[in-house]
């Protein structure tokens, strides 16, 4: 592996877990897809740094369990904005 992908890979973990965000965030910060942060996170970050992969990890699953929440508020909003309330 390139070791600018083993960089990428360290710093997209650091920021997820010191910023609590979630990955389409961390793409957008990264400037790459979310299929790559996922990637990076998920696959070659095992291979780097498993201690830190399972930190991820951890922050990727919270994430996951309150993402119906989220899509939820996101569509309220929607549709508040829509109707002018």
Do not use: C
């Amino acid at each position: 592996m390139k070791d600018y992908i083993e960089e990428r890979a360290v710093e997209i973990a650091n920021y997820i877990i010191e910023n609590r965000v979630t990955v389409r965030q961390a793409a957008r910060q990264f400037g790459v897809s979310k299929s790559t942060v996922h990637k990076d996170v998920t696959d070659r970050l095992l291979q780097i740094n498993p201690s830190l992969a399972r930190m991820t990890r951890s922050v990727l699953d919270v994430n996951k369990s309150e993402r119906h929440i989220r899509g939820g508020l996101a569509t309220r909003e929607k549709y508040r904005h829509r109707n002018g309330l």
